[in-house]
């Protein structure tokens, strides 16, 4: 169980265009999920934290009319880079937390395998 | 706020050497701890994890021990192998979003 899967897992795009990465969890409810950014060599930085059915929470300093989010339902989260440009490539990774369920646990965060984002 | 800092690496080990990657924290309540591995070109894999004080965590021979009195969760292994080769993240949290350390790159050598 607790699997959360991302879609593409790499991207390349012109700079100027918009992508879409979705995220989903696969076999269970995700009442939370969260979206981090990861450089080369470099550990994981959150962007933002989405809750079902409202509006995302972004970091400071993460633009949220650049990185749009959206989570629509118990088990999709979107993440558009838009009007994307070289300095936004990197590796997206989201995570998932359970709404307790099926003895998944409440506050653990299961990850998906990332998205490579390139952009020209 | 809550940090978490490891050990610098990269770490280079021959094969069947012992692993300590060191973790420290600091944070407010009683937060869960965790380790990650991360493979090249791929997402985070939980490792192990702990809840609470004293409370050990293991998984493929890799066990971390919640400290709170130094407040610490070292990762160790009695014998790496080359498999074991990837990038190593401490991070902790409970209800709130997890925290990582910048990760440690260990690299084990035949």
């Known amino acids: 169980g607790a699997v959360v899967s991302q879609h593409p897992s790499r991207v390349i795009c012109k700079s100027g265009t918009s992508v879409k990465i979705e995220c989903r969890s696969l076999d269970f409810q995700a009442t939370t999920m969260f979206w981090y950014r990861q450089f080369p060599k470099q550990s994981l930085m959150l962007m933002a934290t989405?809750?079902?059915?409202?509006?995302?929470?972004?970091e400071q300093g993460v633009e949220k009319d650049k990185f749009l989010i959206n989570h629509a339902s118990l088990t999709l989260s979107t993440l558009t880079v838009t009007s994307a440009h070289p300095e936004d490539s990197s590796f997206y990774i989201c995570?998932?937390?359970?709404?307790?369920?099926?003895?998944?646990?409440?506050?653990?965060?299961?990850f998906g395998p990332g998205t490579r984002l390139t952009v020209t | 706020g809550n940090s978490v800092t490891q050990m610098e690496g990269p770490v280079t080990l021959s094969e069947e050497a012992f692993l300590t990657i060191n973790c420290t924290y600091t944070?407010?309540?009683?937060?869960?701890l965790f380790w990650y591995v991360q493979y090249p070109g791929e997402g985070l894999q939980l490792l192990l994890k702990a809840t609470k004080a004293d409370d050990k965590g293991s998984n493929k021979g890799f066990e971390a021990t919640y400290r709170k009195e130094t407040t610490s969760f070292h990762l160790e292994k009695g014998s790496v192998q080359v498999s074991d080769s990837a990038v190593y993240f401490c991070a902790l949290g409970r209800n709130t979003p997890l925290v990582f350390g910048k990760g440690t790159r260990l690299s084990v050598i035949a």
């Open positions: 944070a407010t309540g009683y937060p869960s």
């Open positions: 989405s809750n079902e059915g409202s509006k995302a929470t972004y």
């Open positions: 995570s998932a937390r359970s709404a307790t369920s099926g003895g998944l646990s409440s506050y653990e965060q299961y």
